[in-house]
C-alpha cells in the first residue's frame, strides 16, 4: 500500500496542507502517513479530515504574540507559546477531531531525534497525548524550542536525523509513495550558520547530536535525489513548490501564504489521476 512522506519546514509545509486538504476533498485516504516537524504535525489534520484546520490556523495566528513571539521565551522557554500552540489551540479555539482521528485505519508515524543517541524515532502517532506533546517534540528546533521530554526521554526535531523519511517508510513494506517536499525543485541545502553554533554549543550537553547538525545538509541532499530516483522509476510522485512560489521558514507575508497553500490544493488536483494510480498498481 502506498505512503504519504511529509516533510517539514515551520511555515512551509502549508503548502502540504494545500495537498492533503485536496487529498481528503477527493476522498483519498493513505494507509500510512509519515514526516517530521511541522509537516506531520499538519499531516495529522489530514488523518482527522479536518480541511483547512492548518490554513485557518497559521492565517489567524501568525502574528498573535502567543502563537510566535519573543516573548515566549520568558514562559515556554520558545519562540513558539508551546502552551498555546499546541494545546489551547488544539483542544480549545480550533479542536481536533480525536474521535475522527482514533478511529481511522492510517497508521501515522512521527520522526524525532533522540537528544542522547543522536538517532531518529519513529513515534506511534496514535499514541498523541492532550498536550500533543509528541508534536511539540517533532518540532523542537533546538533554541527556537527547548528539548522536549517525552516518555522519559528528550527530543528535538526529527528533521536533524531524517527529514525525509522515505526511506523509513520503505523499511516499513511501502514501495510506492506521494512525497511531498516543501522546497523547490533543484533546491540543494548548504551547511547553516545556525547548525554550526548548535552543534558548537550542544557539544557538551549532547555530543551525539553534533555530527547529525554538522552533516544535515549533506544527508538532506542525498535524500532529496532518492527521492527523485523512485520517482524516475515510477515509484513515487513528487508535489513541491515552484520557484517561482515558495515561502520562507518563518515567513510573513499572508498573501504568500495563502498562494502556497492554494497552489499546494492546485497541484495535487492536478496530480490527482496519478495519485490515485499509487493505490491499485
Same mark, same amino acid.
Given at each position: ?93 480550533? =479542536?481536533?477531531?480525536? /474521535?475522527?482521528?482514533? !478511529?481511522?485505519?492510517? @497508521?501515522?508515524?512521527?520522526? #524525532?531525534?533522540?537528544?542522547?543517541? &543522536? ?43 531524517? =527529514?525525509?523519511?522515505? /526511506?523509513?517508510?520503505? !523499511?516499513?513494506?511501502? @514501495?510506492?509513495?506521494?512525497? #511531498?517536499?516543501?522546497?523547490?525543485? &533543484? ?47 515510477? /515509484? ?46
Amino acid at each position: 500500500m502506498p505512503a504519504l512522506i511529509l516533510e517539514g519546514g515551520t511555515f512551509r509545509p502549508i503548502f502540504s496542507s494545500g495537498v492533503m486538504d485536496a487529498l481528503v476533498d477527493n476522498g483519498i485516504e493513505f494507509p500510512y502517513v509519515i514526516g517530521v516537524s511541522a509537516g506531520i504535525t499538519d499531516g495529522f489534520s489530514y488523518v482527522s479530515k479536518q480541511v483547512k484546520r492548518n490554513y485557518d490556523i497559521l492565517m489567524n495566528y501568525r502574528y498573535d504574540k502567543r502563537y510566535v513571539g519573543i516573548r515566549n521565551y520568558l514562559t515556554d522557554k520558545s519562540l513558539f507559546g508551546l502552551r498555546f500552540a499546541y494545546e489551547t489551540i488544539a483542544n480549545e479555539i480550533y =479542536p481536533f477531531d480525536w /474521535k475522527t482521528f482514533l !478511529e481511522s485505519s492510517t @497508521e501515522i508515524k512521527v520522526g #524525532v531525534t533522540n537528544v542522547h543517541s &543522536g538517532k531518529c524515532e519513529y513515534l506511534d502517532g496514535k499514541e498523541l497525548d492532550k498536550h500533543c506533546t509528541m508534536l511539540k517534540a517533532t518540532c523542537a528546533i533546538p533554541f527556537v524550542f527547548p528539548a522536549i521530554e517525552l516518555n522519559h526521554k528528550l527530543y528535538y526535531d526529527g528533521g536533524i536525523c531524517d =527529514p525525509i523519511p522515505v /526511506k523509513k517508510a520503505k !523499511e516499513d513494506g511501502h @514501495e510506492k509513495m506521494l512525497i #511531498v517536499l516543501t522546497r523547490p525543485q &533543484g533546491y540543494r541545502k548548504q551547511l547553516s550558520y545556525a547548525n554550526r553554533m548548535a552543534a558548537r554549543l550542544l557539544k557538551r550537553k549532547y555530543p551525539c547530536l553534533v555530527q547529525p547538525l554538522l552533516t544535515r545538509h549533506i544527508f538532506y541532499n542525498r535524500t532529496v535525489e532518492y527521492c527523485e530516483e523512485l520517482e524516475k522509476k515510477g /515509484k513515487a510522485i513528487i508535489l513541491r513548490p515552484t520557484q517561482d512560489i515558495q515561502i520562507d521558514s518563518f515567513e510573513k507575508d499572508m498573501k504568500k501564504i495563502d498562494a502556497i497553500y492554494q497552489y499546494g490544493y492546485q497541484e495535487a488536483v492536478k496530480n490527482m489521476k496519478q495519485i490515485k494510480r499509487l493505490f491499485h498498481e
